[in-house]
């Protein structure tokens, strides 16, 4: 019975994919002036954003399809009323890693870890 316990639990950790580490936890935003602009969350494969700006539409949940270098913003605040597609795990000289959010056309806010 162990057997199968510990046979499950490893192919379980061998199916999620290991990238998924370097973009989840709480990251601190600012837009392309340097001012905060809030606070994005992801976990799995949702997101939550917490902007500076008193109801800013932006804020709020959505999903995330998540990539070897980044991930792609499905649905929700963010892509809706930012136009944010992606977020890109870049390397930081400070932070060592940071997430680049992009439009289709620009990169719009930088985020470091909080």
Known sequence: MR???LVTALAASTITPSFAQSFEGNWGCRD???AK???LTIYGDVYGFASTTPSDAAS???TITGYQDGVAF???GLKIARGIVAGRVIADPTY???IQLETADAIVMLCTPR
Do not use: K, P
Request: charge should be neutral; glycine fraction near 28%; avoid cysteine.
């Open 3 to 5: 057997r199968i316990t």
């Open 32 to 34: 392309s002036t340097g």
């Open 37 to 39: 602009a809030g606070l």
């Open 60 to 62: 709020g949940t959505g």
């Open 74 to 76: 499905n649905d929700g």
């Open 96 to 98: 060592l890693t940071a």
